[in-house]
């Protein structure tokens, strides 16, 4: 069974800095696409980065130069650096891995205020 377990979110400041870790088990990690995802309440989940099996990435025109999507086989670890954080940036932000069969982590809140 797949699983993904997030940690990281947290309260931080404009101009504040965070780091998203997401784990995950059951699966070929290093042989499968991951992403963040970010969804407000009212809203559709937005692709924020992603990221291939051989590291080509991918990342929204609004985190641009501010968020890092990295991961580490080894510890079939995924991570999304934010920096320069912007209250629009507030939203719960998922993991997820996989392209035609997507699994998902169970969401982190991040809040930034101003």
């Known amino acids: 069974q797949v699983q993904l377990v997030e940690s990281g979110g947290g309260l931080v400041q404009v101009g504040g800095s965070l780091r998203l870790s997401c784990v995950v088990s059951?699966?070929?990690?290093?042989?499968?696409?991951i992403g963040w995802y970010r969804q407000v309440p009212g809203n559709v989940r937005e692709l924020v980065a992603s990221m291939t099996s051989d590291s080509g990435t991918y990342y929204t025109d609004s985190v641009k130069g501010r968020f890092t999507i990295s991961r580490d086989n080894a510890k079939n670890t995924m991570y999304l650096e934010m920096n320069s954080l912007k209250p629009e940036d507030t939203a719960v932000y998922y993991c997820?891995?996989?392209?035609?069969?997507?699994?998902w982590g169970q969401g982190t809140q991040v809040t930034v205020s101003s």
């Open positions: 997820s891995l996989g392209i035609s069969r997507m699994y």
């Open positions: 059951g699966s070929t990690f290093s042989s499968s696409r």
